[in-house]
Structures are given as C-alpha cells and as structure tokens.
C-alpha cells in the first residue's frame, strides 16, 4: 500500500485509486477486517461466471471510496441547504464526512462465510427474528474494533464513538442528525449498491450492471418536500436518467447474474452442507463470547471441512460439481394463473422436487424512499423519480419460482411439467375457442383394451 | 408464496380495505404495519429500522409489489399541493387474499381495527413524525422525560419544532403508547 502525502492508497480495479487515512489504514489492518479478504462478494458465481472470485474486502474499500465522493458531492453543491434546513457547521460536516467513511467501509464486517448464501443459517434473536449481517456488523464495531476506532489520535479530532457509527448503520435514533446520511450506507441509490452493480459486473464479465456512476455523484442533491418531516438526499432533474441507469442495471444483474438458475442452485448446496457441518446447524449469535465463535467463521474454513469430505450429500455435489438442475420456473412477474399453473406441476412432479427457490425482489420501491428529483426551477420543488420515469414506474418485481430435481431426474421432471402445462395450455384454448375434446370411437377404445388383455 | 408472505400480503389487504374510502397511501401503510408490529405485537416478521423518513423496511414494498402484481392491490398516482404520491386499493383480485391466513385476520380483527382507526387519518407527515416518536421511546433505555425524547426526535427531524413533537408525545403518552415516559 504505497503512501502519498501523509495518506494510502489502495488500487482498486473499479474506481482507481482509494486513499485512506492512518486511522482507517489501521482499522482495515485489524484481523476482523482482514477476514473479509476470505469473504467472496458472489459464493459460488464463479461456477457460473469464472472470474467471480472478489471478496468483501474490496467491495467494502469501493464503498467507502463511493461514499465518500457522493458526500462531498452534496456538501460542495448543496451546503447552504444543508445549513439552512439541517443546522449543520463546518465541523459537524467534517466530523459526518469521517462517520459516513468508516460506517461504509464497516458496513459488511458481519457478513457470513460466502455472503448472502449462508444468511440464512443465522440464529435466532431473543424476539424468534433472526439476526442479520448488520447485527454482527454492528456488534463487532461496538467489541472488538472499538479499541481500533475510539483509542487512534485522529479519532479525537472528531469526537464520535463506536456506537455512533453502529447506530449509522443500524439505523437508530442515536445517530441523531447523522441519520440524514444513511441513505449513502443503504437506500436506492447508496454506494454499496453502485459499488457493487460496476464490481460484480466487472468481475463477472458480464455487459450488464453498467450505469454512469460519475453523472449520479455529480447530481446527487437534497430534496426539500414541504409535506415531509425532514430533508431527504435526492437527485438533480438533470440526473434522473442516470438515476434511472442504476434502477435498470440493478434489474438486469439480478435476473442475469444473481438469480442465474444454476448460481441459486450451489446456494442451495452451499447452505445445506453448511447446515450439516455447523454446530447446532447454525452460526454463533453475535452476542457475549459467541462473537468470537463466529469470527472463526470464513470461507477458507468452509473450503477446508468441505475438502475434508465434511457438508454430506451437499458437500458431496459441491465437490464434484454435481448441482441441482433446473426443470420449471415461473415467469419473472407470475400472476395468479402462473401460480396456479405451478400448484399443478408441483403436484405432478412430487417427491421428484427437491427443492423450490424464491426469486423475489423490487427493482424499485415507491413511496418514502422513492428517489426525489429537484426540479431546475427556483423553487425546487422535489417530484419522485418514479413519476419521471416511466421505465422505473412500470417494471414490475420480480417472484419468479424456480423448482430443482437432482441431476439423474432432471430429464423426466422437465417432460412430465411440460405435459402438465401442454394440458393446461390445451383446456385453456378449448375453453376460449368453444372446440370440444376429441371423441374416441366407443368400439375401438373397447378393441384396444381388448387387444391390451390378450 | 411462502405462509409468510401469504399473511403479510392478507394483512395489508385487509388494512386497505379498512381504511376510509377503502384508500391509503404507501407510506401510511409502511406505518401502520410498523405500529402493529410495536405496539400490538402483530409479527409479520419485518424488521424496521430508522431512516430520516421513519420507520421502514424495504421488504414491506416488496412485498405490496407482490400483491400489485398479482391484482390483489392496486395502486394509482395522485397530485397533491406539494407533489405527487401513491394510493393503494383494492384490486380485481383482492377476494382471492382473504383466504391467505383467515385464522390470523380473524385473531388480530381488533388489532386492525384498531390501528386504523388511531392512525390511518393522520397526514403522512405526521405519520413520519409519530411513528419516530415510538421508534425513539422503544430505544430509549430506562425511564426518560417528555423533554429528552422531545430532543431525541428533533435531532432526527429537525423540521418539526420541539413543541409539535412534546405535543405528540403528551398524546401517546396519554394513551398508554410510550414505555419510556412515566
């Protein structure tokens, strides 16, 4: 990490060059961050897309880089409204810009071995909710990087604690007015999302995921609605196409990469042979002495039991690379006949299922978080973007349903639900058309069974 | 569509079809599940945290999309003096949501009942402005007095003025709502 002029800077294959403080360099040198370079950003996409293989180490940086450029973007453009609605001063700015650095380069910390793949092997919370990654992330700033953060010079200098930045990224009233900021650590148009749309695209090889990063950071405002409580981060009405860039290269990532039907399919591997070598089938809660438990948790680890021939049957198909094949699926937007179509082939194909995915998500949330746009007039008024775009309006979520069989079954579960939705295609039409099922002639039915018998 | 879904997506149905005019907007709706969740402990299972805006999760959205894909609710643009926002009905299919979780509708009728109508009137400002409110007291740890939590809030909403949100507070309070306030 070479230094220049009192600070490091990091290559970074998206963004360039990431420079970092002294503090910053020592809090990524601390072992709960260095874990994250055993933490692949996408599990097994590389079975699908080779060059899959970054980590959560590099995306946090990007993150924290992207950040940093979209506050500075804001506060440069947009400091009067920042003083007048915010009551923000200098140094409160100073002391945010710092916060929101370190809330996004921390923000991942807790993630389990392979990322999102094995989130779901997180144990209960007290209140029969799980735990999610930003509950470790936020209990490993709290215990053991607080030392790293509260005890460093520089940390003086701005006068804000561990919780403060666990409180960012929580999303707790203890952030106070910090909380204007979250939208940059997790919102639609936050730095991990545009970090991590150019990183996984780039990685993968793939054209999809691309939007201009610069024109969104160049554009990026505060909106001030007059039915609102408070001031939100929004965009320039000359900014909402590239606004609108990122709502589509997050669609198109998802349906091309991250719901890639053989990818869900090692996820479904990847958990159960995790489920099978965890103890109790779980990871460690982020509290007490289990924090340490958990921490002992990456994906070399996993890798080395796998090797050891631990994970069972998934382990096993892991190993040889024997997935779970795809034989139906619904359309990305099933309707309520879709489903009811599903209902049938599910019934057909019986124990030949072994296991049916949900490919669920919202391209674009309307509502309160809807992006503001600030219109160019003197007034800026702020308008969402769903209501300038009619391409974000209208693209409708995705659920898809996806049902696997094991590889030697695969063959004769795609033919039996293509005879059920044949079937279903066929009452349907004769319904619409009023055509009639075929009669078959009484005598040579009875001749066939006849000549069945003898 | 997972037991899970299936319930929130009747849950959100039925609050539609409850509010007046059998009308409500995105962001009452984000609310009113909230307060459900806090303070009738219906469990959804979402998982709320605080923005600037308020209380929110983001699966909430995702799942109404769900719903609106598949006709239960519909949704339509409307103008208002400062801009524009999204009201929620019910949709040509909306019957078909009704018997999702009959049992758990028919276990928390009152609790519908209820949270619409205290909130489903309020403006959706005042909605942000409330529900911080509960999401602030339910953080606070131990006892705390009208006047910290007033500034509490402030500090997240600086828009509304110290004596709007203590007025607020005094009411919630009032009404058994707030833990931390004694």
Redesign the interface.
């Known amino acids: 990490m070479p230094k220049s002029g009192g600070n490091y800077e990091f290559r970074c294959p998206v963004h360039g060059f990431i420079v970092l403080n002294d503090w910053e360099r020592e809090i990524i040198s601390h072992p709960v961050f260095q874990r994250l370079r055993r933490v692949r950003q996408l599990a097994w996409t590389e079975y699908v897309y080779p060059g899959a293989t970054h980590t959560r180490f590099e995306h946090s940086l990007g993150v924290m880089h992207v950040a940093t450029k979209v506050y500075e973007s804001v506060v440069d453009r947009h400091k009067p409204v920042l003083v007048s609605?915010?009551?923000f001063n200098d140094d409160g700015l100073g002391r945010d810009k710092q916060l929101v650095r370190l809330a996004a380069l921390l923000h991942d910390i807790g993630h389990t071995p392979f990322s999102h793949a094995s989130e779901d092997l997180m144990p209960d919370r007290p209140n029969?909710?799980k735990y999610?990654h930003e509950h470790y992330s936020a209990a490993l700033i709290r215990g053991p990087l607080r030392d790293v953060i509260e005890n460093h010079p520089t940390c003086r200098n701005y006068g804000f604690k561990a919780d403060d930045i666990a409180a960012l990224i929580?999303?707790?009233?203890?952030?106070?007015?910090s909380?204007?900021w979250?939208?940059i650590i997790t919102?639609q148009m936050d730095a991990d999302r545009m970090d991590y749309l150019l990183r996984d695209s780039l990685h993968c090889g793939v054209g999809y995921g691309r939007f201009d990063l610069h024109r969104v950071i160049s554009t990026v405002d505060v909106a001030v609605?007059?039915?609102?409580?408070?001031?939100?981060l929004g965009i320039s009405e000359g900014g909402w196409h590239a606004a609108e860039s990122l709502v589509l290269a997050r669609y198109f990532m998802f349906t091309q990469v991250y719901f890639h039907k053989t990818r869900v399919a090692y996820d479904v591997h990847l958990k159960e042979a995790l489920s099978d070598i965890l103890p109790g089938g779980q990871f460690p809660s982020p509290e007490g002495a289990h924090l340490d438990e958990f921490l002992a948790w990456d994906d070399w680890r996993v890798l080395g039991l796998l090797a050891d021939g631990r994970g069972g049957e998934h382990g096993e198909r892991l190993r040889k690379r024997n997935h779970y094949r795809q034989v139906y699926h619904t359309p990305e937007?099933?309707?309520?006949v879709d489903?009811e179509h599903l209902k049938k082939v599910r019934a057909a194909l019986g124990a030949l299922v072994v296991s049916a995915q949900?490919a669920?998500?919202?391209w674009y949330?309307?509502?309160?978080?809807d992006i503001p746009v600030v219109d160019d007039t003197k007034h800026r008024?702020?308008?969402?973007l769903?209501?300038y775009s009619a391409v974000v309006r209208g693209l409708?979520?995705s659920?898809q349903v996806l049902l696997y069989a094991i590889p030697e079954n695969a063959e004769a579960a795609r033919v039996t639900a293509e005879k059920v939705i044949k079937r279903v295609h066929t009452i349907v039409e004769r319904k619409t058309t009023g055509t009639k099922k075929p009669r078959v002639r009484r005598s040579l039915k009875r001749g066939g069974r006849r000549g069945g018998r003898s | 569509?997972?037991e899970e879904l299936a319930r929130r997506i009747a849950v959100m149905v039925s609050l539609v079809e409850r509010a007046p005019g059998k009308r409500l907007?995105?962001?009452a709706i984000?609310k009113l599940l909230y307060f459900l969740a806090t303070l009738r402990n219906v469990?959804l299972?979402y998982?709320f945290?605080?923005?600037?805006?308020?209380p929110?999760d983001?699966e909430v959205?995702?799942d109404l999309?769900?719903a609106?894909?598949?006709?239960i609710i519909s949704?339509r643009?409307v103008g208002?003096?400062?801009?524009?926002?999204?009201e929620l009905e019910p949709g040509p299919?909306t019957t078909?949501a009704r018997s999702f979780d009959a049992r758990f509708l028919r276990q928390h009728e009152s609790d519908l009942i209820w949270v619409i109508n205290r909130f489903s009137r309020l403006?959706?400002?005042d909605l942000?402005?409330t529900s911080?409110i509960v999401?602030?007291d339910r953080?606070a740890s131990g006892d705390t007095d009208i006047n910290t939590l007033a500034q509490?809030?402030r500090?997240?909403?600086?828009?509304?003025s110290i004596q709007k949100i203590s007025e607020w507070i005094g009411k919630l309070s009032g009404e058994g709502l707030l833990q931390s306030i004694h």
């Open positions: 609605e915010m009551s029969g909710r999610e929580e999303g707790s009233a203890t952030a106070k007015q909380l204007f979250r939208e919102g609605q007059a039915d609102a409580g408070s001031p939100r937007s099933p309707t309520i489903l949900y669920s998500k919202s949330k309307t509502g309160a978080p008024f702020a308008r969402p769903s209501e409708p979520s659920n | 569509m997972t907007g995105r962001t984000m469990n299972g998982r945290s605080l923005y600037s805006y308020g929110f983001s959205l995702q999309d769900y609106k894909n598949l006709s949704s643009v208002y003096p400062s801009g524009y926002g999204y299919d078909s403006s959706a400002s942000e402005l911080t999401y602030a953080e509490s809030v500090d997240v909403k600086p828009h509304f």
